[in-house]
């Protein structure tokens, strides 16, 4: 990433910053841009947090309310760590199942194979910017009754049948960090359709405070319940603080207005790349429908270890940078915290996720990437 802001996102912040005692922490312009942003969406209800991770802890803290008791979440090996780590906080066990090379999102058939009586929910990361979703795993998790989580703080504006991604789960997930397709610097959003869910968001949100649902029922209900307890210090959970703020939601607001116009040229930055990047050593067969890409995905067709060792001295010689394992790590599977958590033959049953782990690379896009630049770094790449 070059750069997020743009000089006016940093002017919008400075205005309020020249106000006599301005308000900073979560307020009015917060509740401006979860509406905004649910309109974008086309959700009924946002909550804006601190990052995308808090999004991913949150969605599974109100996946506990209704599960105490635990049980399995079926989980990306390839996205980012918050996933796992976020159904391990909340006391479920992770199951994995292996991607879908054009989309690099878990795969539908090996989702629904890992389905039983322990699955609670499905947590679906759109990885990248590609599409996620199809129409068969839809229809199955609803006929199955199994809550799906959508991960997109990688894809926002993706779209699967022409709907934006982040309006077919139950609960949806953004991240704003840095280099994402927007940023408020650090943040995240939370999205449902579902209004009891959304008041449990809020609380969750802010220490599990009752005082932060908008639901007067649900005030006056624990009020009454609990007449020894100052009315506006009622905890109705045990929960954390992950909210934003007042600079986070003006940032956030300015960039959302272009957001349409970044995902257009992200898209068009990567259909660049693909034509020109070489189709005999590097896969460019992905499902392209729909989708808003997060990053460049280099990778191999074949494994070839010489190939990865020159590729990255030439990336770092030409100073282009690149993570391998192409997103968040690689393969999580093989991370170090799930330890002892997972039985260690899970590895083995990831084979695409492990292609990726030792043969794809991600190179950073941008809207302000020049063509040249892009057909400079091709060139550099089909070279090695
Ligand atoms: C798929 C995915 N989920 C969650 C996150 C976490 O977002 P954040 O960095 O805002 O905590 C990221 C971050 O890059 C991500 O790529």
Redesign the pocket.
């Known amino acids: 990433m070059r750069s997020n802001f743009r000089r006016s996102d940093l002017d919008a912040v400075i205005e309020l910053l020249k106000q006599d005692d301005p308000m900073l922490t979560n307020g009015p312009k917060v509740s401006e841009f979860e509406a905004e942003w649910s309109k974008w969406l086309d959700v009924k209800y946002s909550v804006f947090v601190?990052?995308?991770?808090?999004?991913?802890l949150l969605s599974l803290s109100v996946l506990k309310l209704h599960h105490p008791e635990g049980g399995e979440v079926i989980v990306?090996p390839l996205?980012?760590?918050?996933?796992v780590a976020a159904v391990l906080q909340t006391g479920f066990t992770p199951i994995f199942a292996d991607i879908n090379p054009s989309t690099l999102a878990m795969d539908t058939e090996k989702i629904l194979q890992k389905i039983n009586k322990n699955t609670r929910a499905v947590v679906l990361?759109?990885?990248?910017g590609f599409n996620g979703l199809t129409d068969q795993l839809l229809s199955e998790l609803e006929r199955l009754n199994i809550p799906l989580i959508e991960?997109?703080?990688?894809?926002h504006g993706a779209k699967h049948q022409g709907k934006k991604l982040g309006g077919f789960g139950w609960i949806s997930?953004f991240?704003?960090?840095y280099?994402?397709h927007i940023s408020s610097i650090?943040?995240?959003m939370i999205c449902t359709n579902d209004e009891t869910t959304y008041q449990q968001l809020r609380m969750l949100r802010s220490h599990g405070m009752v005082r932060e649902s908008t639901d007067m029922d649900i005030q006056l209900k624990y009020k009454n319940q609990h007449p020894d307890l100052n009315p506006d210090f009622i905890f109705a959970f045990p929960s954390y603080n992950v909210r934003n703020t007042e600079i986070g939601a003006i940032l956030g607001r300015c960039q959302l207005s272009i957001l349409d116009e970044i995902v257009e040229k992200r898209t068009k930055n990567f259909e660049r790349f693909l034509k020109n990047i070489d189709p005999g050593r590097y896969r460019t067969n992905f499902l392209l429908e729909g989708s808003s890409n997060?990053a460049f995905n280099l990778i191999l067709k074949e494994p070839d270890d010489e190939l990865v060792q020159r590729l990255m001295n030439k990336m770092r010689l030409n100073e282009i940078e690149f993570r391998r394992g192409s997103?968040?790590g690689g393969n999580q599977a093989r991370q170090p915290y799930l330890k002892n958590l997972i039985d260690p033959s899970v590895v083995c049953e990831l084979k695409e996720t492990d292609h990726i782990h030792f043969y794809g690379f991600y190179i950073g896009n941008y809207p302000d990437l020049q063509g040249a630049e892009i057909d400079e770094i091709c060139s550099i790449l089909n070279a090695a």
């Open positions: 601190n990052s995308g991770s808090s999004a991913n990306p996205g980012w760590v918050s996933d990361t759109h990885v990248q991960d997109v703080c990688e894809s997930n991240s704003f960090y280099a994402h650090e943040g995240g997060y997103a968040g």
